[in-house]
């Protein structure tokens, strides 16, 4: 373990002052970063823990939707009569997410921020662009069945693994965050996480010591929710393919994909298309895939899930 300092922020400006001095990190949780400062993926200076700054609360909008605090823990958001009810989606999303003790301590915030679990960036005798910038990519050319079908770039074909950021995707959830001089940001999902490009190791619309306090949910949807998740055993594990949807009585409805690209994927546009099927609206959804001879088998596995969820939805 490399030395750091450590320091509680009593409000959500000093945390984000704090983290503008090189190497600063926000701790809640610790789920995903005490992990990689174990294997020195990740080597913070200084920790701000930011657990005691009251964000932890599930409130009403006057828009008629939901503010979510960002330290708002997993289980809680999950077990919300209002989110089961009315957001459906993204409470099973979150239990399909990890085991029950992981989202005891995860946060909302930092399910948004985890990184990714390619397995050449968790091994640091590989060159990783997302770990070294520059360093080149062991991906390319290497195993590459969890990795991404679409988004990719010639830098990174890393996932995203977050269940919940695909519910939330799903919903157009937007992301609230304060500055180090207290100036505040909405940040609809669609904006926050970014595609790898040239610099994969930029991972969100985040500014350097800017800190999320909460994420707001439109009002509700209607229709019906669904969270389904294909991995490789049946529960603790990332998906090989999810599909968050919400499905209308007439057919239409929103489809977001998890484990195929660098960030919760979904393309609006092709929505349309969901009235006519699974087959024609996937092929939209994942036109310009370019999938490795190891993981073309998600094109298929998503089409074949987007199916089951419609299937279900006409009962």
């Not at 979510?68 to 399909?96: F, H, K, M, Q």
């Amino acid at each position: 373990m490399k030395p750091f300092t450590y320091e509680r922020a009593r409000n959500p400006s000093e945390a984000a002052a704090a983290a503008r001095q090189p190497g600063a990190r926000f701790i809640a949780g610790g789920t995903n970063l005490i992990d990689l400062m174990k294997l020195q993926i990740e080597t913070p200076t200084h920790l701000i823990d930011v657990n005691g700054l009251g964000l932890d609360r599930i409130e009403p909008t006057p828009e008629g939707g939901l503010h979510i605090g960002a330290l708002v823990r997993n289980t809680e958001l999950a077990a919300d009569a209002r989110v089961r009810r009315d957001y459906a989606v993204l409470s099973r999303a979150l239990l399909a997410g990890a085991s029950g003790q992981l989202r005891n301590k995860a946060t909302t915030a930092g399910n948004l921020l985890q990184r990714t679990r390619c397995p050449y960036f968790y091994d640091t005798n590989q060159p990783c662009n997302k770990r070294q910038p520059g360093s080149g990519c062991s991906a390319i050319g290497g195993i590459t069945r969890q990795l991404a079908v679409i988004g990719a770039s010639e830098a990174c074909i890393a996932t995203h693994p977050s269940d919940m950021a695909v519910a939330m995707r799903a919903l157009d959830a937007v992301v609230e965050t304060v500055k180090a001089d207290g100036a505040t940001r909405r940040i609809p999902i669609a904006e926050f996480h970014r595609l790898p490009g040239d610099t994969p190791h930029v991972e969100t619309a985040l500014e350097a010591g800017e800190f999320i306090t909460g994420v707001t949910l439109p009002a509700p949807l209607g229709g019906k929710h669904f969270y389904k998740k294909v991995r490789d055993r049946a529960s603790y594990a990332f998906a090989l393919v999810s599909v968050a949807a919400v499905v209308q009585p007439d057919g239409s409805g929103r489809v977001a994909l998890g484990g195929v690209a660098h960030r919760p994927w979904r393309v609006e546009a092709a929505e349309r298309e969901l009235p006519r099927g699974a087959k024609p609206a996937m092929a939209a959804i994942l036109s310009g895939a370019r999938p490795t001879h190891e993981n073309a088998f998600k094109v298929t596995l998503a089409e074949r899930t987007l199916a089951s969820v419609l299937a279900d939805a006409r009962g």
